[in-house]
């Protein structure tokens, strides 16, 4: 007999009341009525858990019908019309239902009313020019209040065209083509198109472009506007100094801007550096804008170079007794005539004459000298004709002879003619006088004294008054033609030997050929007056 548990001895793993042995170890430990507590609480997990679930299934159909109610429309009275609003944008639409136009968006809304009655699907369309058409479906018992749509802008195109032909046309910054072409363009909502126009020699042209209001085709005309000539120069080596038509542009490399007056026509571009040969080029600009011109010159090392320039120029220049060539000129100079002094001589054959002796010439430089030049002339005689088409023309011969008076040196012999009303008046004396200070005076009183005797007069009588006087030179100034046989009459007392006339005129159109050729044969020569302006130097009279 076991002991009870309370004295120490094991309980009997039978079950109390079956009197039959546990099935198992586990079971056979639990103590009595457990498996009664075990089913009661099984039991309430069980109704806990199916209280969930129905708690669950409650809810989740109230909010299907909650959703369901707040979706299916409300009832449709069949006896009134149902609002509906269509919001468009752009704002300007025309809205069709059905292919029927029933208004104009204003502000981007307009107000429709549905028939309930209607219970087919219909198509509402909204249109507007420029813009891609668009369709919904749309029906009273659908239940919306309102749509909301957005038209596409349509592409379209638009003839580009340019004056000259030919240019660049780019449509927001893309290369399209050569005017005149048709764009085809795709707008960016309200924003407007970029065109630039571009053609070498032209100022670029920019434009906007909208698309049309209606679908007519559009057109964009644009005028370029030609740039002035540019010139390019360059030069190997670089750093040289660049002159146009002898003005001063800068250092090469350089792009002068030219003006437009020097189209067609061709400009003198000439470059120096130090220690090489200057080179000078014309350039021929063209007619009609272009692109950019380019002159290159190569500057080789130079030789040692005198610059000679005259006051007046043309003068014939000789170098150590060589003729090289007239004024102004540049001579290259061997090495071997550096060590000595240079003499030149620069001669206007019967009127100027100067002579300089140069020193101290760098190597591989070039150095200018300008020559003084006075009256070559032993005894002068300045004929002046007072007639002439303007009094300006008057003055101006009066102040050329004063300065050429100015310039006497003191051994030359002179005498000033006037003709005025057919008369002749000489001075300051009744022959040529010394060019003292004193006579030269004297000679400028006379002449201020003198007034513009009109228009016309007969200049054979100043010819023969001047050459009555055996002078070596005659400076005449007249703007009257001489008969040829008359003219030979006055300087037939001379034979082979007359005078040498300077025959100083308004204009050169009004020599006659055999008389610029009877100057030419006899140390004569021709100028305009106002161009025959003598150095402004000090008096030769200081000298």
């Known amino acids: 007999m076991r002991p009870p548990p309370e004295l120490g001895g094991h309980a009997d793993p039978r079950d109390a009341r079956t009197g039959a042995a546990p099935s198992n170890f586990a079971e056979a430990e639990q103590p009595a009525g457990w498996r009664d507590r075990a089913a009661r609480v099984v039991e309430e997990r069980g109704v806990s858990l199916r209280l969930g679930i129905y708690s669950g299934l409650v809810l989740t159909v109230g909010l299907i019908a909650f959703h369901l109610y707040r979706s299916v429309p409300q009832t449709i009275n069949l006896e009134q019309p149902v609002p509906f609003v269509v919001m468009a944008e752009p704002g300007d639409c025309d809205v069709y239902l059905d292919g029927k136009l029933l208004g104009r968006t204003e502000s981007g809304r307009l107000t429709l009313e549905l028939d309930p009655r209607n219970t087919d699907v219909r198509w509402m369309e909204l249109r507007k020019p420029g813009f891609e058409p668009t369709k919904r479906a749309l029906s009273a018992y659908l239940g919306l209040a309102s749509m909301q749509l957005k038209l596409r802008r349509r592409p379209f195109e638009v003839l580009v065209s340019s004056i000259p032909t030919g240019a660049e046309i780019w449509v927001e910054n893309e290369l399209r083509g050569f005017s005149p072409l048709v764009v085809k363009c795709l707008p960016d909502g309200e924003k407007p198109l970029h065109v630039i126009a571009k053609q070498a020699g032209y100022e670029p042209v920019e ?83 272009g692109p950019e011109l380019r002159a290159e010159f190569k500057l080789g090392d130079s030789a040692t170079a005198l610059r000679i320039e005259t006051e007046p120029s043309g003068a014939e220049v000789k170098v150590n007794g060589e003729p090289r060539g007239r004024s102004p000129l540049t001579v290259k100079l061997p090495d071997d005539q550096l060590a000595t002094a240079l003499q030149v001589e620069a001669l206007v054959p019967g009127a100027w004459f100067g002579k300089l002796t140069v020193n101290d010439i760098e190597r591989s430089a070039t150095k200018t000298v300008r020559i003084p030049m006075a009256m070559f002339s032993r005894t002068v005689v300045f004929a002046l004709d ?45 022959k040529p006088t010394q060019s003292t200070s004193e006579q030269k005076v004297r000679a400028y009183d006379r002449m201020d004294g003198l007034r513009w005797g009109g228009p016309g007069s007969e200049a054979i009588a100043l010819v023969t008054a001047a050459a009555s006087l055996k002078p070596d030179s005659i400076w005449l100034y007249t703007s009257s033609s001489v008969e040829r046989g008359e003219w030979m009459v ?44 003598p150095e402004a130097t000090q008096s030769a009279d200081a000298r």
Do not use: M, Y
Request: aromatic share 4%.
């Open 207 to 289: 434009s906007e472009l909208l698309p049309p209001e209606n679908e007519a085709p559009a057109r964009l005309d644009l005028t370029l506007r030609a740039r002035p000539p540019q010139l390019a120069v360059t030069t190997e080596p670089p750093g040289a100094q660049v002159s146009i038509d002898g003005k001063a542009v800068g250092v090469s490399p350089l792009t002068a801007t030219l003006d437009d007056a020097a189209r067609g026509k061709s400009v003198a571009v000439r470059v120096a550096l130090d220690k090489h040969d200057a080179v000078e080029r014309l350039v021929e600009i063209p007619k009609s804008a």
């Open 386 to 430: 007072c007639a002439a088409a303007k009094a300006e023309q008057f003055e101006l011969r009066r102040e050329n002879i004063k300065q050429k008076i100015h310039r006497l040196p003191k051994d030359r012999a002179f005498a000033v003619i006037a003709l005025s009303g057919g008369r002749t008046f000489i001075g300051p004396e009744p």
């Open 490 to 533: 006055a300087f037939e007392p001379f034979g082979e030997n007359p005078p040498a006339v300077q025959l100083l005129v308004d204009s050169a159109d009004q020599v006659e050929p055999w008389l610029a050729a009877w100057l030419s044969e006899h140390r004569g020569t021709v100028r305009v007056v106002g161009e025959d302006r």
